[in-house]
């Protein structure tokens, strides 16, 4: 006779127990902006302010999460997303005010990129049409020395232009690490994120040239080798559900340190199944994120991060 089924928390810790999960694997990430108040496109996070950003981050300190991701959403953009690499600009600000608050407990990433910044939307700087590579490894560098010297323990250019680590190592140092969005693929689950910083005209912008094919894996492990001999200290792959296979096949291939992002449609479509009463969204919380862990990924940058730390 089988015996009663145990209890679904005992379950859920378990599960992680058998993934190799613990609370050191998880990035929560952090939004900052002049708006303040929840994400409609993604129930249950929220954006805060520079002013109130040290208490957010003091109730994800209290979860036990000790790494955070922080995403700046400016009031002003430009034609050369000048905003981002502002001393006074609003990441910056943020890494100062929680470093001041954490010091070294909170392990502080900061995104790197122009796309939040700039009137177009792109994750480079453009010009008639087109993106400029080299001119955007310019304005990445800039950015990634303001993160640095407002207090940042790691960059993480997300922009996915040739040469973004080898410009932004030249610019930093060895000193700060870098983990390179290196595998960020061309996809829609990024619109709940997008509604969160851009105006709904930029939902449907097309970054496809500059992006990975989801159909091309071996674009994805070139893209990585590439910046691994570059010098990037981790390396990521973006979303993560539908490409785990290139997660176990880069941790195979180059025995190197792999970051994921649980992405926001990701974490979306989650949220809206559970909402409809289509599935168990705590189960499908623990699910997810271990099967990610279970494929290999070393930092798991998931909206989840808080909901399945009680587990840990």
Same mark, same amino acid.
């Given at each position: 006779?089988?015996?009663?089924?145990?209890?679904?928390?005992?379950?859920?810790?378990?599960?992680?127990?058998?993934?190799?999960?613990?609370?050191?694997?998880?990035?929560?990430?952090?939004?900052?902006?002049?708006?303040?108040?929840?994400?409609?496109?993604?129930?249950?996070?929220?954006?805060?302010?520079?002013?109130?950003?040290?208490?957010?981050?003091?109730?994800?300190?209290?979860?036990?999460?000790?790494?955070?991701?922080?995403?700046?959403?400016?009031?002003?953009?430009?034609?050369?997303?000048?905003?981002?690499?502002?001393?006074?600009?609003?990441?910056?600000?943020?890494?100062?005010?929680?470093?001041?608050?954490?010091?070294?407990?909170?392990?502080?990433?900061?995104?790197?990129?122009?796309?939040?910044?700039?009137?177009?939307?792109?994750?480079?700087?453009?010009?008639?049409?087109?993106?400029?590579?080299?001119?955007?490894?310019?304005?990445?560098?800039?950015?990634?020395?303001?993160?640095?010297?407002?207090?940042?323990?790691?960059?993480?250019?997300?922009?996915?232009?040739?040469?973004?680590?080898?410009?932004?190592?030249?610019?930093?140092?060895?000193?700060?690490?870098?983990?390179?969005?290196?595998?960020?693929?061309?996809?829609?689950?990024?619109?709940?994120?997008?509604?969160? %910083?851009? &105006?709904?005209?930029? *939902?449907?912008?097309?970054?496809?040239?500059?992006?990975? #094919?989801? +159909?091309?894996? /071996?674009? !994805?492990?070139?893209?990585?080798?590439?910046?691994?001999?570059?010098?990037?200290?981790?390396?990521?792959?973006?979303?993560?559900?539908?490409?785990?296979?290139?997660?176990?096949?880069?941790?195979?291939?180059?025995?190197?340190?792999?970051?994921?992002?649980?992405?926001?449609?990701?974490?979306?479509?989650?949220? %809206?199944? &559970?909402?409809?009463? *289509?599935?168990?969204?705590?189960?499908?919380?623990?699910? #997810?994120? +271990?099967?990610? /862990?279970? !494929?290999?990924?070393?930092?798991?940058?998931?909206?989840?991060?808080?909901?399945?730390?009680?587990?840990?």
């Amino acid at each position: 006779m089988q015996q009663v089924q145990r209890d679904s928390s005992e379950r859920y810790r378990a599960a992680f127990a058998a993934a190799g999960l613990h609370k050191e694997h998880l990035i929560f990430p952090v939004f900052v902006s002049d708006r303040q108040g929840s994400i409609s496109s993604m129930p249950g996070m929220s954006m805060t302010s520079v002013e109130k950003v040290a208490d957010y981050v003091q109730a994800i300190a209290g979860a036990g999460i000790s790494s955070i991701i922080v995403f700046g959403i400016p009031k002003t953009r430009d034609n050369n997303g000048s905003p981002a690499a502002s001393n006074d600009g609003i990441v910056q600000q943020a890494v100062r005010a929680i470093k001041s608050s954490f010091g070294s407990s909170m392990n502080v990433t900061t995104d790197v990129c122009v796309c939040q910044y700039n009137l177009s939307g792109h994750c480079g700087i453009l010009r008639k049409d087109r993106v400029d590579n080299d001119a955007t490894l310019e304005v990445l560098a800039e950015i990634a020395k303001s993160h640095v010297e407002a207090g940042a323990d790691i960059v993480a250019p997300s922009s996915m232009m040739d040469g973004q680590v080898r410009a932004i190592k030249n610019a930093i140092g060895r000193k700060t690490k870098i983990l390179s969005y290196s595998a960020k693929h061309a996809s829609s689950l990024y619109t709940p994120f997008r509604s969160a %910083a851009f &105006a709904n005209a930029r *939902l449907q912008i097309d970054k496809s040239p500059y992006q990975v #094919s989801y +159909a091309n894996k /071996r674009q !994805a492990m070139m893209e990585i080798e590439t910046d691994i001999n570059e010098g990037a200290d981790m390396v990521m792959i973006k979303p993560a559900l539908a490409y785990l296979d290139l997660v176990r096949m880069a941790k195979d291939k180059f025995r190197f340190p792999i970051a994921v992002q649980n992405v926001s449609g990701e974490y979306a479509m989650i949220k %809206a199944a &559970a909402m409809h009463g *289509l599935i168990d969204e705590e189960e499908w919380k623990v699910c #997810s994120i +271990a099967s990610i /862990r279970r !494929a290999g990924a070393d930092r798991i940058i998931s909206y989840f991060s808080l909901d399945v730390a009680k587990y840990l």
